[in-house]
């Protein structure tokens, strides 16, 4: 396999050092448009930092990390928990969005928040019965990050999310403080769906009628 990098040929990109060299130049330069994820999320023409709408945006975070007992999500953990403030995709999820361009395209990307209900976000259901997609690529990219770590010194982790959702009632003993839900790209990833695992900790179905809440966490 060869390839061409500026006046450069006969490139073999088989290389380790070469791959990634490749792999800057059509993640970065502003001509390779079909592929630029990096340019199109951190160069002064970027287009990738999205405005996350408030319907959105989640309560709180935490990073999960490889080989913990307990999930940071977990309401016993709230000290790992961090007040969600950006008001635009930043961080790790334009990192997410510049490598879902490089890989299956950079359309779409730039008016969809990480957190949007399509092909580019959280929000969507994983389909396992149909392509991967863009979303599927970035979560592939951070579980191989988590693989080896006897190799690396560090890794890309998963981020698990808290949303603010209802407010117990009576007679629970927390009646009148708000509740949560958790879901993240663990929840993603095993398939959950972040709509049905929200309306899981009401205590009324779509219906109405008294249910059992499933998953709450005291928010604060």
Not at 138 to 163: C, E, N
């Amino acid at each position: 396999m060869r390839g061409y990098i500026d006046n450069a040929h006969n490139v073999n990109l088989y290389l380790p050092r070469n791959s990634f060299l490749g792999f800057l130049t059509a993640a970065a330069h502003q001509y390779c448009t079909a592929s630029n994820g990096l340019y199109r999320a951190y160069s002064s023409a970027a287009t990738y930092a999205t405005d996350i709408n408030s319907a959105d945006k989640p309560f709180k975070y935490c990073y999960e990390q490889v080989g913990a007992a307990t999930r940071c999500s977990a309401e016993n953990n709230k000290t790992q928990w961090k007040t969600f403030t950006s008001a635009r995709d930043d961080g790790l999820n334009l990192l997410g969005k510049a490598i879902m361009a490089y890989n299956r395209g950079t359309g779409g990307l730039h008016n969809r928040s990480y957190f949007s209900n399509t092909d580019t976000g959280l929000k969507r259901a994983k389909n396992p019965n149909s392509q991967g997609t863009k979303f599927d690529y970035w979560m592939d990219i951070k579980g191989k990050t988590q693989i080896d770590r006897s190799r690396y010194s560090g890794y890309i982790p998963y981020v698990s999310y808290i949303w603010k959702r209802g407010v117990y009632t009576a007679p629970d003993p927390k009646a009148g403080q708000p509740w949560c839900f958790v879901y993240g790209e663990i929840e993603w990833i095993d398939g959950k769906n972040w709509s049905t695992t929200k309306n899981n900790g009401s205590d009324t179905d779509v219906l109405g009628n008294p249910k059992t809440p499933i998953g709450r966490v005291s928010c604060e």
